[in-house]
């Protein structure tokens, strides 16, 4: 299974079962071991993943986190769990603390649902106050599973890590602070504005009106993009739609030219027009040739099949479609023979004319 489809798997684990996890320990072994085992950890091994991890802070001795994640002898990651239910925001401080103290590259705080993975970009040796990387496990994004995998046992490397970190730390608070000014513009971004379509002083009054303005202005340059996008997807379905009927015309015109109607169908095709006149215009009759059978057709259309005959090989069938969609074939000496099924053609008919009677058995 391919490592998307993993964390994907986990994700749909941890919303089935969190309801039922009462503790901390059961946070652990239901969701956070499986995590590291999908990084492709060995949890049982405890050269790879050490479990209550010593950390000695000043004074105080024997100090432990969760688990820290070892390579070539030395700790490269640290992780600090709690309970699913508890706020992450009431506990880095605790993964900080532990971090200054370790040779570890990176923290992971988690609850076992979000993800907050740490690092010290902002000044060496001491953890930042903000997550690079941050997600839900039931509701991660292809971009962050990308940034996730890079974790992985078999291609981590925490330098390569650390040098993409950065931008990826500024680019999701810079994110963060696009959404916030487009949700709720602040006064300082409604002035960037203003002042360039405003030609005079920007008084209270006038910020109040361009707050307004530019809620607005935001709302329909979104809605215009996403009207535009939908737009483009559609004509691309369109375009698709049309170059599949082109291409499945080809294909039917190529297997026409294979085909060749022989004077025996048409003779057939005649016996069931002369049965079936009794009930209709025999106008409305007509037929397709196909490589292995000759299909006679109600009103031209392929899904008011009345009969199929196959009558070029060594024996001869009149066929039917069921109610099921499926041929039914009925064996027959000669083309005469067709005369005795007339009622099961009747029925065919009566079928297609009177749908609410019942359909042929």
Same mark, same amino acid.
Request: hydrophobic residues 30%; glycine residues 2%; contains cysteine.
């Given at each position: 299974m391919d490592f998307k489809d993993q964390i994907k798997q986990l994700g749909d684990r941890v919303t089935k079962l969190k309801e039922q996890i009462q503790t901390e320990e059961a946070t652990k072994n239901a969701f956070i071991m499986p995590f590291l085992q999908t990084l492709g950890y060995d949890v049982f091994n405890p050269l790879e993943v050490v479990p209550e991890y010593i950390t000695d802070i000043g004074t105080k001795k024997g100090e432990k986190i969760d688990y820290a994640i070892f390579k070539d002898g030395t700790p490269t990651i640290l992780v600090e769990c709690k309970h699913w239910g508890q706020n992450l925001n009431l506990h880095d401080g605790q993964l900080l603390r532990?971090?200054?103290? !370790?040779?570890?590259?990176?923290?992971?705080? $988690?609850?076992?649902?979000?993800?907050?993975?740490?690092?010290?970009?902002?000044? #060496?040796?001491?953890?930042?106050?903000?997550?690079f990387l941050e997600f839900n496990i039931n509701e991660i994004k292809d971009n962050q599973i990308e940034e996730l995998r890079k974790f992985h046992k078999s291609v981590f490397n925490a330098e390569s890590i650390a040098n993409t970190a950065s931008e990826l730390k500024y680019t999701n608070e810079l994110k963060?602070?696009?959404? #916030?000014?487009?949700?709720?513009? #602040?006064?300082?971004?409604v002035k960037l504005f203003a002042k360039?379509?405003?030609? !005079? /002083?920007?008084?209270?009054?006038?910020? &109040?009106?361009?707050?307004?303005?530019?809620?607005?202005?935001?709302?329909q340059h979104i809605s215009d993009l996403i009207t535009e996008r939908l737009k483009t997807a559609l004509s691309k379905e369109?375009?698709?739609?049309?170059?599949?009927?082109?291409?499945?015309?080809?294909?039917?015109?190529?297997?026409?030219?294979? /085909? /060749? $109607?022989?004077?025996i169908e048409m003779e057939g095709f005649m016996v069931v027009k002369s049965i079936l006149r009794q009930r209709l215009n025999v106008s409305r009759i007509s037929y397709r040739d196909a490589q292995s059978y000759f299909a006679i057709l109600?009103?031209?259309?392929?899904?008011?099949?009345?009969?199929?005959?196959?009558?070029?090989g060594l024996k001869k069938y009149l066929a039917?479609?069921? &109610?099921?969609?499926?041929? /039914?074939?009925?064996?027959?000496? !000669?083309?005469?023979?067709?005369?005795?099924? !007339?009622?099961?053609?009747f029925k065919v008919l009566d079928g297609f004319e009177n749908p609410n009677k019942n359909s042929v058995e």
């Open positions: 532990y971090f200054h103290v !370790s040779k570890a590259k990176f923290g992971l705080l $988690t609850n076992g649902i979000s993800y907050r993975f740490y690092s010290d970009l902002v000044e #060496s040796n001491k953890m930042d106050e903000k997550p963060s602070l696009l959404q #916030s000014e487009l949700t709720n513009p #602040s006064s300082e971004f360039q379509v405003y030609p !005079s /002083v920007i008084t209270a009054k006038v910020l &109040e009106q361009f707050t307004n303005l530019t809620k607005k202005s935001i709302q369109d375009e698709k739609a049309k170059e599949d009927e082109i291409k499945q015309n080809e294909l039917l015109k190529k297997d026409e030219n294979k /085909v /060749v $109607t022989t004077e109600l009103d031209d259309n392929n899904r008011k099949t009345l009969c199929r005959l196959y009558l070029n039917i479609i069921d &109610e099921q969609k499926k041929e /039914v074939k009925i064996e027959i000496s !000669s083309i005469d023979d067709i005369f005795i099924h !007339s009622d099961l053609l």
